[in-house]
């Protein structure tokens, strides 16, 4: 290899005859492998893995360099960088030697070994002027010099390090290679996303403003870019894309940005020039820039040129990128430049004189050209093939470091095709699963690779971070699981499941927020597998737990739970990409009726008292019970408040019929919420009967027809969709809303159906999630429909004559409410539609009905004390109140049972063909007059049944039909004919209400 040079410093040392520093000199040395230059030190490294080093004189008169060699006992050095006062040489074992200044007397340069270097091999070094940055094989980064400007990526308070920091806000990224500049430094991961850090004075960060940064920012406008190398200089920095692209940003006082202006530039800018030439390297000097075209031999340069580095023999700056052909006779040849180098002031190129001279080896300038430790075919291939005996050790060290760590991970298995993993962002992971399948196969026959990958993957499981600065270093969290199917012994699944638990636990609000949107973004089959691991896993640490209830136990039980909690929320917020009956865990729902039955038969809670408490705990996990589960948690938590309930409470409400409101709420302003702890016992003046739930049920059946009722004005109607909702603040000023609440609450505390015509929002709302227009839709369907057309309409002009602005009327006065602060004078537009929307809908559900629905939610609480209410979700909860109106007659038929009547008794024939004859209507009221409500409890009609009992009356023709709403008994008189049967049936179904019938 030859060498090629041109700039500020004489050359004559450097085996080159000096005539015009402008014009570019040669040094035809066929052993030269690295180079460089900085502050008029030039390090050559040759390929016999020897450097030697030119010193400046410090005598002007001499104006010379004097050659030194580089003493580095029994390594081979690989490559070097130079600062302003030291020189870093890497060595090809993996190790960093540096010297701070040159020796004056000896002749050759002794370097001391790095200390705190030696946990994994370094593949990358670069240098700005007082700082260092080091990259490990293992993906770690480290740090250490000056640290000013924050270029260490530590805070200013500590001004300096004399040894090598890890950077730990980088740890989990893939990074594909480091530089340093001036004062800040640059990284680039595997999937081009670039960070920077440290001074910031021009703009060279790229973050679109000049404050220094003392922790690693993404350069955001270079996201999807496909940032493949970066390079920089004092105050400015370039990338190069796969694209052959080039962006510079920073300082452009000299025109080394490019852009034919000496601005600065705050953010990436496409250097136009260069569009379309496919660049294939860059270099940064102090303040010029250098670019490569390997497949025309086209060197292009930019910037400062008054030390004649841009080879063109002038002394001037140049604002654009202009080739250098014209000068430098080989840059007419494809190919021939193998690297190009820019430091300080000075200009250089590594070329060889054989046409087509590869460059796929060290592509990137001041760069090694290796890569961390990242899995691909070949290295697992030799993995497999090597001999069990035979660099053992050596194998032992390579799986450890690949999955001991986390940016290892992250960079292997990336989805390559069509460059998908460049895409990488909080909804698009980049990594190829079924590259992790191939790797499972290949390898899961090897107990050696296994056995070492579990130990190593549980070495990394306890290091990761609780902040991984982006997606990228989130991806082992989504391998790691798929690497658990090489496990085959449940104790390492469910050791390395616990890890991953607590690693993901740990994750910061917003980062595991970024974690669970990768994972719902994945395809369905592998968020089934993830699910159904932990689902698996939850199962056996229950089954664990109930066998010896340690701390560890239940510790191990609630973090495998709140993971799949946090699985079943994240598939909810996606519309069920899975059903829900994946994340059930029957064995606990088979625990509690066991449980439950036992307490009842016993009477002796305190026996169970442990395994209770251990039950109870799990309401905070409700995505594992279905709804039969989460209705057995509800009746525990009733029949638990009976045992603590003080004896003699009395939570008995007499009510008159023609004043079943004013009564309900006179007993409620009187009772203690202690009272509510017992069962309603309800009874209706001047009528007979036992309140075993019949009366119960008929109670809130009138009451809440009563409250809900239009004259009654205490919720506002919707006609449209025939629902209700709280009037706004200020209409009412009594204390209906907080009793609404307690009769809401006491009907879900008695497993009673209140068929409050509410919409799901209030349910949500109580659940404490937010309504959307989804809702809106539901409550007010003509306001939800101009609403979504607002958000549809595709024409400026079309929402400019609405003429809306940021207020709604107010329904209680005429009066006008803003939306938002001065929102009269804020229109509506193209640009803001969707957040006039979001105000409009926050406005009816939240903002006007603020304090109305506080005291709802507040007397709600207080009718239902027991807080397993809050294990179901709004649709349930709604469901369990309201009732049913999914109507199955046919399946009505086929529940009923009897007593002193069969299936094949003449008037059991007659009464279901009467009652198929029935309108809807009038079936609906036989259900009321059977149970006390015209609604199917939660279950629907097929866990509904009833009795048909004979009461063996001897003139039965006389008799109405009447009903034990308590038990569900239909007392059916033997009627002599079908006629008969007809008119006493409808007589009952008509006037049932007003006479009591039921």
């Given at each position: 290899m030859n060498c090629c040079c041109w700039g500020e410093s004489d050359c004559a040392d450097f085996g080159l005859t000096v005539k015009d520093q402008c014009f570019p000199l040669l040094y035809k040395k066929d052993t030269i492998y690295e180079i460089s230059f900085q502050n008029g030190n030039l390090v050559i490294v040759l390929r016999n893995g020897k450097a030697i080093t030119f010193e400046e004189q410090e005598s002007l008169a001499q104006q010379r360099h004097k050659a030194k060699v580089v003493a580095v006992k029994d390594e081979t050095i690989y490559t070097a960088v130079s600062g302003e006062s030291h020189v870093l040489f890497l060595t090809r074992a993996g190790k960093v030697y540096e010297f701070m200044r040159f020796p004056k007397k000896s002749k050759t340069v002794c370097p001391r070994l790095i200390p705190n270097l030696q946990a994994a091999p370094i593949i990358q070094i670069a240098c700005g002027r007082h700082h260092s940055l080091a990259l490990s094989q293992d993906g770690k980064l480290f740090s250490w010099g000056s640290n000013t400007f924050g270029q260490l990526g530590i805070t200013k308070e500590t001004a300096s390090l004399s040894s090598p920091h890890h950077l730990v806000s980088l740890e989990g990224i893939p990074l594909a290679q480091i530089s340093a500049g001036g004062a800040h430094s640059v990284a680039v991961s595997l999937s081009g996303t670039v960070f920077t850090w440290g001074r910031n004075n021009a703009g060279q960060l790229g973050l679109g403003s000049t404050e220094d940064e003392c922790s690693p920012n993404i350069v955001k406008s270079l996201e999807s870019k496909k940032t493949i190398f970066v390079s920089c200089g004092e105050e400015h920095t370039a990338i190069l894309t796969k694209d052959g692209m080039v962006f510079t940003f920073g300082a452009g006082g000299y025109g080394q940005l490019g852009h034919n202006s000496s601005r600065n530039e705050l953010k990436p800018r496409l250097v136009a020039e260069l569009l379309g030439v496919q660049v294939s390297q860059i270099a940064c000097g102090w303040y010029h820039t250098i670019a490569y075209v390997c497949t025309t031999g086209n060197l292009y340069m930019f910037g400062c040129g008054l030390q004649g580095q841009l080879g063109n023999r002038k002394r001037c700056n140049q604002l654009v990128p202009l080739t250098t052909k014209k000068y430098?006779?080989?840059?007419?040849?494809?190919?021939?430049?193998?690297?190009?180098?820019?430091?300080?002031?000075?200009?250089?190129?590594?070329?060889?004189?054989?046409?087509?001279?590869?460059?796929?080896?060290?592509?990137?300038?001041?760069?090694?050209?290796?890569?961390?430790?990242?899995?691909?075919?070949?290295?697992?291939?030799?993995?497999?093939?090597?001999?069990?005996?035979?660099?053992?050790?050596?194998?032992?060290?390579?799986?450890?470091?690949?999955?001991?760590?986390?940016?290892?991970?992250?960079?292997?298995?990336?989805?390559?095709?069509?460059?998908?993993?460049?895409?990488?962002?909080?909804?698009?992971?980049?990594?190829?699963?079924?590259?992790?399948?191939?790797?499972?196969?290949?390898?899961?026959?090897?107990?050696?690779?296994?056995?070492?990958?579990?130990?190593?993957?549980?070495?990394?499981?306890?290091?990761?971070?609780?902040?991984?600065?982006?997606?990228?270093?989130?991806?082992?969290?989504?391998?790691?699981?798929?690497?658990?199917?090489?496990?085959?012994?449940?104790?390492?699944?469910?050791?390395?499941?616990?890890?991953?638990?607590?690693?993901?636990?740990?994750?910061?609000?917003?980062?595991?927020?970024?974690?669970?949107?990768?994972?719902?973004?994945?395809?369905?089959?592998?968020?089934?597998?993830?699910?159904?691991?932990?689902?698996?896993?939850?199962?056996?640490?229950?089954?664990?737990?109930?066998?010896?209830?340690?701390?560890?136990?239940?510790?191990?039980?609630?973090?495998?739970?709140?993971?799949?909690?946090?699985?079943?929320?994240?598939?909810?917020?996606?519309?069920?990409?899975?059903?829900?009956?994946?994340?059930?865990?029957?064995?606990?729902?088979?625990?509690?009726?066991?449980?439950?039955?036992?307490?009842?038969?016993?009477?002796?809670?305190?026996?169970?008292?442990?395994?209770?408490?251990?039950?109870?705990?799990?309401?905070?996990?409700?995505?594992?019970?279905?709804?039969?589960?989460?209705?057995?948690?509800?009746?525990?938590?009733?029949?638990?408040?009976?045992?603590?309930?003080?004896?003699?409470?009395?939570?008995?409400?007499?009510?008159?019929?023609?004043?079943?409101?004013?009564?309900?709420?006179?007993?409620?302003?009187?009772?203690?919420?202690?009272?509510?702890?017992?069962?309603?016992?309800?009874?209706?003046?001047?009528?007979?009967?036992?309140?075993?739930?019949?009366?119960?049920?008929?109670?809130?059946?009138?009451?809440?027809?009563?409250?809900?009722?239009?004259?009654?004005?205490?919720?506002?109607?919707?006609?449209?969709?025939?629902?209700?909702?709280?009037?706004?603040?200020?209409?009412?000023?009594?204390?209906?809303?907080?009793?609404?609440?307690?009769?809401?609450?006491?009907?879900?505390?008695?497993?009673?159906?209140?068929?409050?015509?509410?919409?799901?929002?209030?349910?949500?709302?109580?659940?404490?999630?937010?309504?959307?227009?989804?809702?809106?839709?539901?409550?007010?369907?003509?306001?939800?429909?101009?609403?979504?057309?607002?958000?549809?309409?595709?024409?400026?002009?079309?929402?400019?004559?609405?003429?809306?602005?940021?207020?709604?009327?107010?329904?209680?006065?005429?009066?006008?409410?803003?939306?938002?602060?001065?929102?009269?004078?804020?229109?509506?537009?193209?640009?803001?539609?969707?957040?006039?929307?979001?105000?409009?809908?926050?406005?009816?559900?939240?903002?006007?009905?603020?304090?109305?629905?506080?005291?709802?939610?507040?007397?709600?609480?207080?009718?239902?004390?027991?807080?397993?209410?809050?294990?179901?979700v709004p649709v349930e909860l709604m469901a369990i109140i309201h009732g049913n109106t999914v109507y199955d007659w046919e399946q009505l038929e086929k529940n009923a049972k009897y007593i002193g009547y069969d299936v094949s008794s003449e008037v059991i024939k007659n009464f279901w063909t009467v009652f198929h004859d029935l309108s809807e209507e009038m079936k609906k009221r036989f259900l009321a007059f059977l149970t006390g409500s015209d609604r199917i409890p939660v279950g629907g009609m097929e866990k509904f049944t009833f009795t048909i009992c004979n009461q063996g009356f001897l003139y039965s023709d006389l008799f109405y039909p009447s009903a034990n709403t308590c038990a569900r008994i239909l007392y059916l008189p033997c009627y002599s004919s079908i006629e008969a049967l007809r008119i006493r049936l409808q007589h009952a179904l008509q006037f049932f209400e007003e006479f009591g019938l039921a």
């Open positions: 430098i006779r080989f840059c007419k040849v494809p190919n021939l430049i193998k690297r190009i180098h820019a430091g300080g002031n000075q200009s250089m190129i590594i070329y060889s004189e054989v046409e087509n001279c590869s460059i796929s080896e060290g592509q990137f300038a001041n760069s090694t050209g290796k890569r961390i430790a990242i899995l691909n075919d070949t290295t697992v291939q030799k993995w497999i093939t090597s001999p069990c005996d035979k660099k053992k050790n050596k194998r032992k060290r390579e799986i450890d470091i690949t999955f001991s760590s986390a940016s290892c991970l992250n960079g292997s298995f990336l989805e390559t095709s069509n460059d998908q993993h460049f895409k990488t962002s909080p909804v698009e992971l980049g990594v190829d699963m079924s590259a992790v399948n191939r790797f499972i196969g290949k390898v899961k026959q090897c107990p050696y690779i296994l056995n070492q990958v579990k130990k190593s993957v549980k070495k990394m499981l306890e290091s990761l971070t609780d902040s991984p600065i982006c997606a990228e270093a989130l991806r082992v969290y989504l391998i790691v699981p798929e690497l658990l199917r090489l496990l085959n012994e449940e104790y390492d699944i469910s050791l390395l499941t616990d890890l991953l638990s607590n690693a993901i636990l740990q994750l910061k609000k917003d980062k595991r927020k970024m974690f669970v949107s990768l994972l719902i973004a994945f395809p369905t089959s592998y968020f089934m597998m993830f699910v159904n691991l932990y689902q698996r896993v939850s199962k056996q640490c229950f089954e664990k737990t109930v066998d010896e209830c340690s701390e560890n136990n239940v510790n191990q039980l609630k973090m495998t739970l709140q993971i799949l909690q946090i699985l079943y929320q994240a598939n909810l917020d996606a519309g069920l990409k899975i059903q829900e009956q994946n994340f059930y865990v029957p064995e606990v729902t088979l625990a509690f009726k066991d449980l439950r039955d036992r307490c009842l038969q016993l009477r002796n809670w305190e026996e169970f008292k442990n395994p209770m408490l251990l039950l109870l705990s799990l309401k905070d996990f409700p995505c594992i019970f279905d709804m039969e589960g989460k209705l057995e948690m509800f009746e525990l938590g009733n029949a638990i408040a009976l045992q603590k309930m003080i004896p003699g409470m009395d939570n008995s409400l007499p009510v008159r019929r023609e004043n079943i409101l004013q009564d309900a709420f006179h007993f409620l302003r009187r009772s203690s919420p202690n009272n509510f702890q017992a069962p309603l016992q309800v009874s209706f003046s001047r009528e007979q009967g036992i309140d075993q739930g019949g009366l119960s049920q008929e109670f809130f059946t009138l009451v809440t027809k009563e409250l809900c009722a239009p004259e009654a004005n205490i919720f506002k109607h919707y006609e449209d969709s025939r629902l209700i909702w709280f009037h706004e603040d200020g209409y009412r000023t009594g204390d209906e809303y907080h009793l609404a609440g307690e009769i809401c609450g006491l009907a879900l505390y008695n497993r009673c159906v209140a068929d409050f015509h509410f919409p799901l929002a209030l349910y949500k709302k109580l659940l404490n999630i937010r309504p959307a227009l989804e809702d809106m839709h539901e409550l007010s369907p003509t306001e939800g429909r101009c609403l979504q057309g607002l958000l549809d309409e595709d024409y400026d002009d079309v929402i400019d004559r609405l003429m809306l602005d940021f207020t709604k009327l107010s329904t209680n006065d005429g009066s006008v409410a803003e939306l938002i602060p001065d929102g009269e004078a804020t229109p509506v537009t193209r640009h803001n539609r969707k957040q006039y929307v979001d105000a409009y809908v926050d406005y009816v559900f939240n903002s006007s009905v603020k304090k109305n629905f506080e005291d709802f939610a507040y007397g709600f609480k207080k009718g239902c004390s027991n807080v397993m209410w809050a294990m179901f």
